[in-house]
């Protein structure tokens, strides 16, 4: 990506996470490198070399999917490709979110830049054309099953490369594909034959939203040690289990950078420093605070499992059938979505453990039992006052639905286009959760910080460290009053969740610490 000029260039080779999410999330500019453009017109004449033959070739003089033995007559090809994608189209339910779209145009375009799916150059500028101008198909929740490829939400997007069903523009308003193209000075394009195969066949949507989700991960694995750290020190826990020599006794990477974080974030803090002396009778914290980095370090090591299979992912030319480097057509298989579906699922977990974990951190500030010297739920009139009493239950409810969200959707199967795809790897299924997961972590985390915030201040005169000062800084400037008597409390969980997702939490740590691992 030209970071200057915000351009993403799409050629033969991989995309970044950084070119997805600049496209999808911030509207960067779009185009094809010269390379590309070659190596798509090469492919090109290798496919209308094969339209005139007399010996069937699949996608390209034949039906799809169990209809793949008929024989399509020349004069009927171009209306095949039509056919195809508008039956396809045939998604249903609410609207997908337009970075979802967006990823998942960028992602098709980037598969049509190699060279191996046989479309023409005009098709693949379309697309270039439609990102830039901010045109985005509508595509609905259901109606892929990961395999081949996210054949209903694809079709969507090249419905409207056809000039056919509703987009919405940059503005968000909704209107008819032809009127949109036609004010952008885009023409719809006319598919050929192989084309709308090829614009359907991909595993682009689930593999968006998974860069998505990795991308936010990382953020929130950083702000859940900054939690972790924050809920250490209001509740008068231990930063000596976090020393680095005890985690080399177990050398997993990402549990060796969580308690390189916790103890930057805990660095110099008075609090600790408190209750440090021998007086201490606590000889061990519990589980949650203590096994911290092993938790969100297991997370950032699926994590990092996951980003290898996505950039893998990222570097694969999906479509069936494919034009081979030495000028084939051949029907393949890598339009399964399993390898992505795959690691989709154990994101899910991920999301839902650290979630339970920070959780069962914020309950033990609000027990009198367990949170060493504050009063119950940290109210200032127990009784009169129910402080985070309920803080916490929208926690447990979200950590509930985490729960439920982490089952599994890449162990389903069911059949289709009578026993041909006779088995499916539900990726877009497990993408879809996924997205509500990560949504649902970062408001857990948030209910954390707020909490751990509030028992923090209530240890003063005693100053926390200058990691977790700052932290509370940012609740501070954004409007939160700090402890007190009771007041509406959704508008404090939502500033905290405001902070926590658009970086300004992590931020404003890492002026303190430098950069967290």
């Known amino acids: ?32 490198t010269g390379s590309a453009v070659e190596e798509i017109a090469r492919s090109r004449a290798v496919v209308e070399g094969l339209a005139g033959d007399t010996v069937p070739h699949y996608g390209v003089s034949t039906g799809f999917g169990a209809l793949a033995n008929r024989h399509i007559p020349l004069d009927l090809r171009a209306q095949l490709q039509r056919s195809l994608v508008r039956s396809h189209a045939a ?29 023409k ?63 952008a000075g885009l023409a719809p394009i006319r598919l050929e034959e192989k084309e709308g195969l090829a614009l359907i066949n991909g595993t682009d949507g689930m593999l968006g939203m998974l860069v998505l989700a990795i991308t936010d ?24 289990v976090f020393a680095a020599d005890l985690h080399e006794l177990r050398p997993h990477p990402g549990q060796s950078a969580s308690a390189a974080n916790l103890r930057a974030v805990l660095a110099d803090s008075l609090i600790r420093e408190s209750h440090r002396s021998h007086a201490c009778t606590r000889v061990q ?28 992912e990222l570097s ?42 920070s959780e069962r951190r914020t309950d033990r500030f609000l027990d009198t039992a367990r949170n060493h010297g504050l009063e119950p739920f940290l109210a200032d009139d127990p009784g009169v006052d129910s402080g985070h009493m309920i803080a916490q239950y929208t926690q447990a409810a979200i ?32 993408a879809r959760k996924l997205r509500r997961a990560v949504d649902g972590l970062a408001r857990v985390l948030a209910i954390e910080v707020l909490t751990a915030a509030r028992g923090i201040e209530l240890r003063a005169p005693l100053q926390p460290s200058p990691a977790t000062g700052a932290a509370i800084g940012v609740l501070r400037d954004g409007g939160w009053e700090g402890p007190g008597i009771d007041r509406f409390l959704a508008p404090d969980i939502a500033l905290a969740h405001q902070v926590v ?13 430098g950069p967290l691992r």
């Open 285 to 312: 914290d519990a589980y949650s605070l203590r096994c911290a980095p092993q938790v969100a370090g297991g997370a950032r090591d699926t994590v990092a499992h996951a980003a290898q299979v996505a950039s893998r």
């Open 121 to 183: 150059v005009e098709t693949a500028q379309a697309y270039v054309g439609m990102l830039d101008a901010g045109i985005t198909p509508v595509v609905h929740e259901y109606g892929s099953l990961g395999c081949s490829g996210d054949l209903a939400p694809l079709a969507h997007c090249a419905l409207a490369l056809m000039g056919e069903g509703p987009v919405r523009l940059r503005s968000g308003e909704q209107v008819a594909a032809a009127d949109a193209l036609r004010d």
């Open 217 to 240: 991960l990382r953020h929130l694995l950083k702000v859940a040690d900054i939690s972790a750290a924050m809920s250490v020190e209001g509740l008068l826990g231990t930063d000596a």
């Open 316 to 357: 694969a030319a999906v479509d069936n059938p494919v034009v081979t480097l030495d000028g084939r057509v051949e029907s393949n298989g890598n339009f399964h979505g399993a390898p992505v579906a795959y690691v989709l699922d154990f994101l899910a977990i991920v999301a839902a453990d650290v979630a339970s974990m």
């Open 399 to 430: 950590v509930s639905e985490l729960k439920r969200l982490a089952v599994p959707a890449s162990v389903d199967s069911i059949p289709s286009s009578a026993m041909q795809e006779d088995h499916v790897s539900m990726g877009w299924s497990a």
């Open 1 to 32: 990506m030209d970071e200057q000029q915000q351009t993403v260039r799409v050629g033969r080779g991989p995309l970044t996470f950084e070119d997805v999410v600049a496209v999808a999330r911030h509207d960067a500019r779009v185009e094809l």
């Open 91 to 119: 998604g249903s339910g609410p609207e997908v979110e337009r970075e979802v779209v967006r990823a998942l145009m960028l992602l098709r375009l980037s598969t049509l830049a190699t060279g191996r799916t046989g479309v």
């Open 501 to 513: 997702a658009d970086g300004s939490l992590l931020a404003a740590v890492e002026g303190v610490t």
